[in-house]
């Protein structure tokens, strides 16, 4: 072991593992890119080169995020009060309207904010990936990226009507298998590839087949929005007849390679067959909740549905979306229940949500041969003291705020809450400019928008 020395060794912290469920004093090393040691506190530790001892911390996996659109910041604070999702939205600048650069500051921006927050695996879409993918990679980020595939003119949907466009759908469908060919695999694995089929009623049921077709070709998994709102239900039934959950089903694309995001408009047959298949419910609490709309993740549960969790365009923030999901789930049921403690949103937040990527294998726990993908939280503040829980104070009290470092693929990404591998100031300042030009482009601004800067005195 002398001749071979952990990369790095953390000693005087305690380590929170969502399997066991154990807060416990231990040590952690890491040597490349994993685990390569856990102990108990109380024994020797191996040598390393870098140590850092960290009474009053706990460790955390780092959090997968399976639904993100780091690039829509620019509808911040102010699509959650329009009622519904900002490509369904007239009167607000559109993610169409962006250039490449445009796009790729904006998600470097989101990118960011996720990664401070203890996120250390993004499942996200956006526009022009091509281009974002690189600069999101550079914060230290791991990624699971595809474009957004719609075959739809969103142009037509904000008028309340849904034109199709097949022969450009299968356009972006070249543009997407080109992605998969370019980029997974890259920055050491950091970079991983899937596909995004926007929506059932975004979609038309021959692009829904070629996206599925190249899924298949490539081993990928698929993300798609399903059942977020009465429209699309509305939409789906009087088009094909059915519910969006049974068209994909008839499709043979709910399956254990989905990753659906919100399902809030599902009825008893919809749960159950969500049950039966092994897809997982990329449950979206915060963001639900803000349109006034609530997912029944407690009966998906009971019918056997995998959940994980997800930020979407919020923010970056997973321990709060744990805090909204179990609160939400108490709420439905009405009361506090042994099988939606703080334990089960955690496992979504992290282990479910490797799972989900087919990645439980390397993310998720603090376990030796793990991905060395770790949080690190600040537990000596006045709203986590005194420390009685750490999993409970974790989801009922702290916040991203409180993580204080963030380690990626074996390397500190963020230290002592600030970016080791950007200039967090340019990469603020970049993304303002472009909402700032993003909002006098739409045809109703907003008169009053200031820039970030003007609101907090310049860039911290």
């Known amino acids: 072991m002398i001749d071979n020395p952990l990369d790095l060794l953390i000693t005087g912290a305690v380590l929170l593992d969502p399997v066991d469920g154990l807060a416990q004093s231990a040590s952690l090393g890491i040597r490349g890119q994993r685990i390569a040691h856990v102990g108990p506190a109380d024994q020797a530790a191996p040598k390393a080169v870098r140590h850092l001892h960290l009474p009053g911390r706990v460790v955390v996996p780092g959090f997968v995020n399976t639904h993100y659109h780091a690039g829509?910041?620019?509808?911040?604070?102010?699509?959650?009060?329009?009622?519904?999702?900002?490509?369904?939205?007239?009167?607000?600048?559109?993610?169409?309207?962006?250039?490449?650069?445009?796009?790729?500051?904006?998600?470097?921006?989101?990118?960011?904010?996720?990664?401070r927050a203890g996120c250390t695996t993004l499942v996200d879409s956006f526009v022009h990936a091509e281009r974002t993918v690189a600069g999101m990679a550079e914060t230290g980020m791991r990624l699971f990226a595809s474009q957004r595939l719609a075959d739809v003119d969103f142009a037509s949907v904000l008028q309340g009507t849904r034109r199709f466009d097949l022969k450009r759908g299968l356009a972006q469908l070249d543009h997407a298998e080109a992605f998969v060919e370019r980029w997974a695999?890259?920055?050491?694995?950091?970079?991983?590839?899937?596909?995004?089929?926007?929506?059932?009623?975004?979609?038309?049921?021959?692009?829904?087949?070629?996206?599925?077709?190249?899924?298949?070709?490539?081993?990928?998994?698929?993300?798609?929005?399903?059942?977020?709102?009465?429209?699309e239900l509305d939409w789906v039934r009087a088009t094909h007849g059915r519910?969006?959950?049974?068209?994909?089903?008839?499709?043979?694309?709910?399956?254990?390679?989905?990753?659906?995001?919100?399902?809030?408009?599902v009825d008893d047959e919809d749960i159950?067959?969500?049950?039966?298949?092994?897809?997982?419910?990329?449950?979206?609490?915060?963001?639900?909740?803000?349109?006034?709309?609530?997912?029944?993740?407690?009966?998906?549960?009971?019918?056997?549905?995998?959940?994980?969790?997800?930020?979407d365009t919020m923010h970056g923030d997973m321990i709060e979306v744990m805090r909204w999901a179990l609160a939400v789930g108490r709420l439905s049921a009405g009361r506090v229940a042994d099988d939606w403690q703080p334990r089960d949103v955690l496992r979504m937040a992290t282990v479910n949500g490797a799972a989900a990527l087919g990645w439980g294998d390397h993310l998720g726990r603090l376990a030796v041969g793990q991905l060395a993908d770790l949080a690190i939280i600040d537990y000596r503040q006045l709203h986590l003291t005194p420390c009685i829980d750490a999993l409970g104070s974790l989801v009922h009290n702290a916040t991203g705020?409180?993580?204080?470092?963030?380690?990626?693929?074996?390397?500190?990404?963020?230290?002592?809450g600030r970016s080791t591998q950007v200039d967090e100031a340019c990469v603020r300042a970049a993304a303002d400019t472009v909402c700032r030009d993003l909002w006098q482009r739409c045809e109703n601004p907003l008169r009053a928008y200031p820039s970030s800067h003007a609101i907090t005195g310049g860039p911290a």
């Open 72 to 115: 829509l910041n620019f509808v911040r604070g102010v699509a959650p009060d329009c009622g519904f999702a900002p490509s369904y939205t007239p009167g607000l600048p559109q993610a169409s309207w962006l250039s490449p650069e445009e796009a790729l500051a904006l998600s470097r921006l989101g990118a960011l904010e996720a990664l």
């Open 185 to 231: 695999g890259q920055a050491d694995g950091r970079i991983q590839a899937h596909l995004t089929a926007h929506a059932p009623d975004t979609c038309s049921l021959d692009f829904l087949r070629q996206i599925d077709a190249l899924a298949r070709r490539h081993g990928l998994q698929i993300s798609t929005h399903l059942a977020q709102s009465q429209d």
């Open 243 to 265: 519910s969006p959950v049974q068209l994909l089903d008839e499709l043979g694309m709910l399956d254990s390679r989905l990753l659906a995001g919100h399902c809030i408009h």
């Open 272 to 311: 159950a067959r969500i049950g039966a298949s092994g897809a997982h419910v990329v449950h979206i609490p915060v963001g639900n909740a803000m349109s006034g709309r609530v997912a029944p993740t407690r009966r998906l549960l009971q019918a056997g549905a995998r959940l994980c969790l997800a930020t």
């Open 401 to 416: 705020a409180d993580v204080e470092t963030v380690i990626v693929d074996g390397r500190v990404v963020i230290d002592q």
